[in-house]
């Protein structure tokens, strides 16, 4: 009995989700039921709101798959790939930092093994505009799915646009 509680334990915490360079969860916004089913958990699409730790006054919305289903509730179900996203300006921007081109500014474990959900960020810096990308990783084949969502550096109120290329890392 021991044996069969330690490894459930063990499967619980690997099925949690692995945020490594978010300061925190993404907070859920709402869900909506894909696939209903009788006997087991149902799917849904979760919608996510993030905010970029490194650069204030930019946030993201993504909507990701939550398979349903026996797998799905004991996190042994590969997460789809398919997920959306879109990145607004929702204050005044300001850089806490400087950043990477292409550098993850969230990431979420996304099945049991070898699968994750990157957030990445980067700089367009003729246009002044942060790039977010979107993408799922596997250690074998990778996944060609992704979604981009440009965040033009605007003035707020009396304040300049701050230039991002002065903020990356070269």
């Known amino acids: 009995m021991k044996r069969l509680t330690a490894t459930a334990l063990a499967v619980s915490l690997l099925a949690l989700p692995a945020l490594a360079a978010s300061d925190g969860e993404p907070e859920m916004i709402f869900k909506k039921r894909t696939v209903f089913r009788l006997l087991s958990p ?6 996510y709101a993030i905010d970029d730790p490194l650069i204030e006054g930019v946030a993201c919305h993504f909507t990701a798959p939550q398979i349903g289903g026996w797998k799905g509730w004991a996190g042994l179900a590969e997460e789809r790939s398919d997920v959306s996203l879109a990145c607004r300006q929702v ?4 850089f806490k930092g400087k950043f990477k ?3 993850d500014m969230y990431r979420e474990r996304r099945s049991l093994f070898f699968k994750k959900l990157h957030i990445v960020r980067g700089c ?7 790039v977010y990308l979107t993408y799922t990783d596997k250690l074998i084949e990778g996944s060609p799915k992704n979604s981009t969502s440009t965040v033009p550096i ?3 109120g009396d304040e300049p646009a701050p230039k991002c290329g002065e903020f990356l890392e070269k």
């Not at 204050?91 to 300001?94: C, H, S």
């Open 124 to 130: 367009d810096e003729k246009r002044n505009v942060l």
């Open 101 to 103: 081109q292409g550098g």
């Open 154 to 156: 605007m003035p707020w």
């Open 91 to 94: 204050g005044p921007v300001k």
């Open 42 to 47: 149902d799917a849904y699409l979760r919608v």
